[in-house]
């Protein structure tokens, strides 16, 4: 299996346009994570899919941001519109389920808004 | 809501020596506790995890860890690291008052010096 993929790697986009991040979890895996790292408050859960349902968006920091998951295979994350507070490695995540699941992280989106 | 606290931001060591990295967590019913490491530029992997039964757990690189449910604590312990053990490690407990959710800790970064 190739793994969590995440697309872009890499994003640099101006304050207040959109962004889209996008992530494939593993096939068979019914639950998909979406976590911000940065320096200053380290790595944090903005929201948590089980079978495509959001089971906990406590973590989403503002209506700026949005999630979907449209199928088993496919989730984004949306930035609208963004500012530079905004910078950090967004990762997303999968586990065979809801509970105590290894998760499977992918390599993560660096987003730089100027 | 559990949580865990990790107190070493950084801990730097010498090749070969030993190493422990420290982590409690808030008490609770049940508890679930795992390791994830993060090498540079990479999403996290998990280490190791306890779930039930033994309380000493390991990985396959020579990682430990002792669940110790009088001292709340699950502290990772190496008894002799190489120069690619440099990464940063998350202790992460799974929150079982509510949605299930892994809570992580704020990271150690492991530093091993030649």
């Known amino acids: 299996d190739a793994g969590v993929i995440q697309s872009p790697r890499h994003e640099v986009t101006e304050m207040g346009q959109e962004v889209t991040l996008r992530c494939k979890p593993i096939?068979?895996?019914?639950?998909l994570f979406w976590y911000r790292q940065t320096m200053m408050r380290g790595l944090e859960l903005l929201i948590y899919?089980?079978?495509?349902?959001?089971?906990?968006d406590s973590g989403m920091p503002e209506d700026r941001f949005s999630a979907k998951m449209p199928n088993a295979s496919f989730s984004t994350l949306k930035i609208q519109p963004s500012e530079p507070r905004d910078s950090a490695v967004y990762f997303c995540?999968?586990?065979?389920?809801?509970?105590?699941?290894?998760?499977?992280f992918g390599p993560g989106t660096r987003l730089t808004v100027t | 809501a559990q949580s865990v606290t990790q107190l070493d931001s950084q801990v730097p060591v010498f090749e070969e020596a030993p190493v422990e990295l420290r982590c409690n967590y808030s008490?609770?019913?049940?508890?679930?506790l795992f390791w994830y490491v993060q090498y540079p530029n990479q999403g996290l992997q998990l280490l190791l995890k306890?779930?039930?039964?033994?309380?000493l757990v390991e990985s396959i690189n020579g990682f430990e860890a002792e669940f110790n449910k009088s001292q709340t604590s699950f502290h990772l312990r190496k008894p002799s690291v190489h120069i690619s053990d440099t990464a940063e490690y998350f202790c992460?407990?799974?929150?079982?008052?509510?949605?299930?959710?892994?809570?992580f800790g704020t990271g150690t970064r492991l530093k091993v010096l030649a």
């Open positions: 995540a999968s586990s065979l389920g809801q509970g105590v699941y290894e998760q499977y």
């Open positions: 096939s068979g895996h019914n639950s």
């Open positions: 899919f089980n079978n495509n349902v959001p089971i906990d």
């Open positions: 008490s609770s019913v049940s508890v679930y």
């Open positions: 306890y779930l039930s039964g033994s309380t």
């Open positions: 992460a407990v799974i929150d079982t008052s509510g949605t299930y959710k892994y809570i």
